[in-house]
């Protein structure tokens, strides 16, 4: 079975850090891109960065709201994906979804196929 | 971050068809189109639709996307009482470097 765990999730102080972890299992994870996503209570999806693969240097894009404190990373020999936060803020306080990006080769070129497998969240609290 | 534009909320009835939009520029939508989730409360997304009107498997034929310039549409037929639920769009943002999302569109099913 295709499946995505996320941990690491707590109540953690203004400023402090965290890191989340996802575990990825049931597909090749050295394979694809793979996504942080956020929602707030009671508010939309949010995007906050990507991790591509090996072949592509394992390049990572981030939101704005979260570049300079937040590092995405990857460890393929543990099927594993990461999330650093760095000074977290109040605003930050959010269900963290990890999602799998998945891509194909069609005719020589790789064509995006969308976030197909989520994880359940896990939850972080930023209070004081 | 600038992201795309989505009603905040559509009511249909039963067994109608409900059509929800997804407005973005160039940069995103009018290049990359659209991919489309579904969120029931207290559960993570689900992938209905990816670049514009691909559907991944086991997802039903009653929903079918469409793109037309910088607009994403999703349109389900025949709605049935578990298709209430948040529906977002989303997609690559070549300006921003970045993965944009709508707001989120609530689907009431009367």
């Known amino acids: 079975e295709v499946q995505l765990v996320e941990s690491g999730g707590g109540l953690v102080q203004p400023g402090g850090s965290l890191r989340l972890s996802c575990a990825a299992s049931?597909?090749?994870?050295?394979?694809?891109?793979m996504d942080w996503v956020r929602q707030a209570p009671g508010k939309g999806l949010e995007w906050v960065g990507r991790?591509?693969?090996?072949?592509?240097?394992?390049?990572?894009d981030y939101a704005a709201s979260v570049k300079g404190r937040f590092t995405i990373s990857r460890d393929d020999s543990r099927s594993s994906l990461y999330l650093q936060m760095n000074g977290l803020k109040t605003e930050d306080t959010a269900v963290y979804f990890c999602?799998?990006?998945?891509?194909?080769?069609?005719?020589?070129?790789?064509?995006?196929?969308?976030?197909?497998?989520w994880g359940q969240g896990t939850t972080v609290s930023v209070s004081s | 971050q600038a992201g795309l534009t989505q009603p905040p909320s559509v009511s249909k009835g039963l067994r109608q068809t409900a059509t929800l939009t997804c407005t973005g520029n160039?940069?995103?939508?009018?290049?990359?189109?659209a991919d489309w989730l579904q969120q029931h409360q207290g559960h993570p997304p689900k992938l209905l639709s990816y670049?514009?009107?691909n559907r991944p498997s086991g997802i039903s034929e009653r929903f079918s996307a469409s793109r037309s310039g910088d607009t994403a549409s999703l349109t389900i037929t025949g709605l049935q009482p578990e298709d209430e639920a948040d529906y977002y769009c989303?997609?690559?943002?070549?300006?921003?470097?970045?993965?944009?999302f709508g707001g989120g569109t609530k689907l009431t099913v009367l």
């Open positions: 999602a799998r990006f998945m891509r194909q080769a069609v005719a020589g070129r790789f064509w995006p196929y969308g976030m197909d497998v």
């Open positions: 049931g597909f090749i994870f050295s394979d694809h891109y």
């Open positions: 991790i591509r693969d090996k072949p592509n240097s394992y390049t990572t």
């Open positions: 160039s940069n995103n939508v009018g290049n990359h189109g």
């Open positions: 670049r514009n009107n």
């Open positions: 989303s997609t690559w943002d070549s300006s921003l470097s970045a993965v944009v």
